[in-house]
Each structure stands twice: as C-alpha cells, then as structure tokens.
C-alpha cells in the first residue's frame, strides 16, 4: 500500500465555519506534511511532523491548526478562513523527515472559502 | 538560500527526448537533487533523485556535472501522458528544520 489519502476531495465553507480536513497513510511512515498550493504555483509548505511531533510550522496563521493523533494520521482544523485560503491542500509522508527522502502524496483536497 | 531555476514551460512531440535543466547554485554539500511531476488536481509524484554523476530508473535519467551546480531532467521518448508541470526540488536549512525548497516548475506539453 503506497497511498496517502485524503478527505473529502471537495470542501467548500463559509468564513465562520469549522471544518477539518484529514490524512491516512499505512506505509509506516513517521513524517507527514500539509502542503498548500494555488493554481499554476508550486506547492507551499505548511507544517511538518516528525514522529508524531510538530517539527516545522511555516509561520502559516492560527487558522490553520495541525493535529497528528497517532503515526498514521493527520489532519488539518480550519476556523474563520478568507477566501484567498482557497486552494488544493496536499498531504504526503515519507519515511523519515529528511529533504531526501521520498514523499508520497495524496490526491488533495479542493478547498472553497466563501 | 537555496534555490532553483528552470525554464517556465516546454513543447515536445510524442516519441522525442525531452530534457529539462534545473539551476541550484548554492545547492549545500550534503543536499540531494529531486525531481517531481504533477499531473493536474492531483499530488506531485516522485520521479527521481540523484547527487551527482547519472541516475536512471525505468522512467527518467537524472544528469548532474561535477560542481552539481545545475542538473538536467531527461524523459525519453515522451508521450501524451508526459504532459505536466516537473518541478525540481534541493534542500535548506539545517538539522530537523531541514526542508525541501521548490522551484516554480517547468509545464511541458507534449503533441501528437
């Protein structure tokens, strides 16, 4: 099994909602990432953890909360977005937290702020 | 500051060699050289890595001269399916901070 997934693959929501988005990986990985990427961008990296532990937050705003329940897991809480938080929210993993190693990622998620 | 340059966009016709060339003149001692490809509304994909010399897997080679200072992408024989966004990664920073930095990406587009 060599798939991260990602739920759902569309969200649209509200500026005062509260949503979450999630990640699963099984591959054993112990470091996972959220990504951000607008259209025609490279992805932006958000936050990173490392054997359950949140090794690196870009300076990305409160509205955006990472939570990592357990080694397979991760998800991303969102609260009082703007419209320009629109964009595609990539998951991956890989096996350790270095810069060369391989990450794997998920198929995104769609997110609309309205 | 790491960071890489590569041309914006790209044109090809289906059954030629394309190669796509990538500038990271700071690249550090230790940093590896990844390349990544994105099809659209979907997650990059993991094509190849290398350090130096030449890499090759069964979908690309990786060609990196002795001062590592730039690296060239290679597809052989492209198809229609090849049309997409290659992105070329180095690393920064240092111990756990340590992250991929990405480059702006090259949109190849491949032709009947």
């Known amino acids: 099994d060599t798939e991260v997934t990602q739920t759902p693959k569309h969200l649209v929501m509200g500026m005062t909602n509260k949503k979450s988005l999630k990640c699963e990986q099984h591959?054993?990985?112990?470091?996972m990432y959220w990504y951000k990427q607008k259209a025609k961008k490279p992805p932006e990296l958000m936050f990173v953890?490392?054997?359950?532990?949140?090794?690196i937050n870009e300076s990305v705003p409160s509205r955006f909360s990472p939570e990592c329940p357990n080694s397979s897991l991760l998800n991303l809480h969102l609260h009082a977005l703007q419209p320009e938080d629109s964009a595609l929210y990539l998951c991956?993993?890989?096996?350790?937290?270095?810069?060369?190693?391989?990450?794997?990622f998920g198929q995104g998620t769609r997110l609309t702020v309205v | 500051l790491a960071k890489t340059t590569q041309p914006i966009s790209m044109d090809s016709y289906e059954g030629q060699e394309v190669n796509i060339t990538c500038s990271h003149n700071n690249i550090a001692t230790n940093d590896y050289i990844t390349w990544y490809q994105q099809f659209p509304s979907q997650g990059p994909r993991f094509i190849i890595q290398?350090?130096?010399?030449?890499v090759t897997n069964e979908v690309a080679s990786l060609f990196i001269p002795a001062d590592r200072k730039s690296s060239t992408l290679s597809l052989p024989r492209v198809s229609l399916s090849d049309t997409a966004v290659y992105y070329c990664?180095?690393?920064?920073?240092?111990?756990?901070?340590?992250?991929?930095?990405w480059g702006l990406g090259t949109s190849l587009g491949v032709n009947p």
């Open positions: 290398g350090y130096k010399t030449k």
């Open positions: 990664l180095v690393g920064e920073g240092a111990g756990n901070n340590r992250k991929l930095i």
């Open positions: 991956a993993s890989s096996r350790t937290g270095g810069p060369n190693t391989e990450a794997f």
């Open positions: 591959m054993g990985h112990r470091a």
């Open positions: 953890y490392s054997y359950e532990k949140l090794s």
